[in-house]
């Protein structure tokens, strides 16, 4: 009976026959475009699809690189364990998209940047570039082997598929469409992964209306057991989610990611206006507000199910990311293909998430290590050099899968990986976008101390996790389990559980709680106040108000703000920008566009 426990059924022949043929059909989008673009095997073509793009399929593969696998499996997780105050997150997707869209975008756009971390070496030097692509090639490295092992995980959990053999055939199948496709390809298939992501949390939704008799009786089971209370103001920095944590330390969260991000910015970036690159980020916007709303409805349907029987509670599944997993099985086993269309729509948002982060590392590595010293390769060396690092990459991610496997919660675990790097990188970017003051020297300073700082909370945040009081876990009960197993299932326990970092319980150090019990949701935060305060007080030391005049290109002007021009300013920008390559470089035509060029003629730009 569903929602008593026990074992649940396993895959159907049509589950694998809808889930292979969602793999191949993503694939064949990377074949296509690969053909499509064949005499165009530019560099700007692989990695910015020809600055072509427009705003509606960026948006959806903004939405669908970071609500990848982890949304699936770890947000409805989050909703069942806490409730719904992670869709408060709403408020962070909207401050992100304004921030982001009228700071950032307009900035980078006039600089005609590939590498976000061309800015940089602009603003303040090239060994703070080479500094702060080497943090998001780490970052992303391991935040890729997370979003493999999710889904992975999930597999296991519903088909006893072996947890190795799926972790590397979904880095095969990234690396097959990333090497042959580029920037086009990613996006495209991102635009049907985001389709069947939808799709799977719709299905897990309507099915369980019908068995509980609406949604209204969802919603009703979900007060009653304390599933909706969102708005806790309480201002204590320790507690993991309140409305202070998620909307003031989300949205920093979520601005490093959308704002600085190589895999973020390479997509707006690629978008043949400045209109368009604005509007891909507020469309955006409505998708990420989609999204986590299925998320959370799906727990919440998760937990009328489950509301008499905890599956973990149970011993049914090991641990909560497999919760959904057991749930489909569960309540859509006798709908063949169903299933499987679940588990598509994990396994989508996890190719799109991959491959996403392939093609921003080939592009940081290319742009910010290679063609620096080897300035006279020929297209075709270039063209090689894309696809083999594609593959290096992906061989890269799938290793770091193992990495992932021994840091918990992957939802938690992937956000936080986000705060610990990615809020000192944007301390320094607005260091450099905000104060003419601030220096090298205090940039550097600023980033490595925030750096520093973020690293300790968070390892020993993941050495020492934060007890109940400060994680609010809900009640659950077993009273309504049946864990008799009928005799027609067989048992879907995953043959490989995830391992993870030993609590040292009994040695407590004195910061475990108070210092590494800080919400993962202040880690950005911390890092962001650290680089700037630190950096500006370092650069006035060191002579930061005494520099050269620096180009007004390189801050945020008031008219970068709500200014939507879709056919005027943005397009005379980036046409300088290629006629400029185009006089200076050669044999390189768009393949490279050379730090000196750029800097030159930032002054001519700025009057267009």
């Known amino acids: 009976m569903v929602g008593t426990g026990g074992p649940v059924p396993t895959f159907s022949v ?143 959990q519903i088909t006893g598929l072996d947890l190795w053999g799926v972790l590397v055939a979904t880095g095969v199948v990234c690396i097959v469409y990333c090497t042959l496709g ?15 992501m939808l799709a799977g949390f719709v299905a897990v939704i309507a099915r369980g209306a019908v068995l509980k008799g609406g949604l209204g009786k969802i919603w009703e089971d979900a007060s009653e057991g304390g599933r909706l209370v969102a708005f806790d103001f309480d201002p204590d920095p320790l507690k993991r989610h309140t409305f202070w944590t998620i909307v003031v330390g989300g949205s920093i969260m979520w601005v490093s990611i959308y704002s600085i991000n190589q895999s973020q910015v390479q997509r707006y970036i690629s978008c043949k206006t400045l209109g368009h690159a604005k509007m891909s980020l507020y469309v955006n916007m409505v998708g990420l507000w989609t999204t986590v709303s299925l998320a959370m409805f799906s727990g919440l349907t998760m937990y009328s199910v489950y509301k008499d029987c905890d599956p973990i509670s149970n011993g049914d599944v090991a641990t909560s990311d497999q919760m959904l997993p057991y749930l489909v099985m569960d309540i859509l086993a ?50 090689w050099m894309n696809m083999g690092l594609s593959v290096f990459f992906g061989a890269l991610c799938i290793g770091m899968a193992g990495v992932a496997s021994m840091m918990g919660s992957v939802l938690q675990a992937a956000l936080s990986i986000f705060g610990m790097i990615s809020g000192p990188l944007l301390g320094l970017y607005l260091l450099g976008m905000l104060f003419r003051t601030s220096n090298s020297i205090g940039g550097i300073v600023g980033m490595l101390l925030g750096l ?57 150090p004195p910061l475990a709680d108070s210092w590494y019990s800080l919400s993962y949701l202040y880690f950005s935060v911390l890092g962001t106040l650290v680089t700037i305060v630190s950096g500006l007080l370092v650069s006035i030391i060191t002579g930061g108000c005494k520099q050269d005049k620096l180009s007004s290109n390189l801050f945020v002007r008031r008219s970068d ?47 267009l």
């Open 14 to 156: 049509w589950d694998y026959v809808v889930f292979f043929g969602t793999i191949v059909g993503t694939a064949g989008i990377g074949l296509f475009q690969a053909i499509r673009s064949r005499k165009e095997s530019s560099t700007e073509e692989f990695l910015l699809g020809g600055r072509q793009m427009t705003a509606i399929p960026v948006a959806m593969s903004l939405t669908a690189s970071f609500m990848s696998g982890i949304t699936v499996i770890g947000t409805p997780a989050e909703a069942y364990r806490f409730g719904i105050a992670f869709w408060l997150f709403g408020f962070s997707y909207a401050i992100m998209s304004v921030v982001t869209a009228e700071i950032f975008v307009p900035l980078f756009y006039r600089l005609g940047i590939t590498s976000a971390y061309e800015y940089l070496e602009m603003r303040f030097s090239r060994p703070i570039r080479i500094i702060g692509t080497s943090m998001y090639i780490i970052q992303t490295a391991l935040y890729t082997g997370l979003v493999i092992y999710a889904p992975a995980l999930a597999l296991n």
């Open 182 to 196: 580029g920037l086009k390809a990613v996006i495209w298939t991102d635009v049907l992964q985001m389709v069947i």
């Open 334 to 383: 006798d709908y063949p293909g169903i299933p499987g269309l679940f588990v598509a729509a994990a396994y989508s948002g996890t190719l799109s998430t991959v491959s996403s982060s392939i093609n921003a590392l080939v592009a940081v590595t290319v742009e910010d290590f290679i063609f620096p010293v080897f300035k006279n390769l020929t297209a075709k060396q270039i063209t």
């Open 561 to 607: 703000l709500l200014c939507f021009k879709f056919r005027t300013e943005s397009k005379k920008v980036y046409m300088t920008e290629k006629a400029a390559r185009d006089d200076n470089l050669g044999v390189h035509n768009s393949a490279y566009t050379d730090f000196d060029v750029k800097m030159k003629n930032l002054e001519q730009i700025s009057k």
């Open 452 to 508: 520093v700082l973020t690293l300790w909370v968070g390892i020993g945040a993941q050495l020492y996790p934060p007890g109940n009081d400060k994680t609010n876990p809900l009640s659950f009960n077993t009273t309504n389990c049946n864990v008799k197993p009928p005799t027609n299932f067989t048992t879907a326990l995953p043959s490989t559980s995830p391992a993870t970092l030993t609590t040292l319980a009994d040695v407590r």
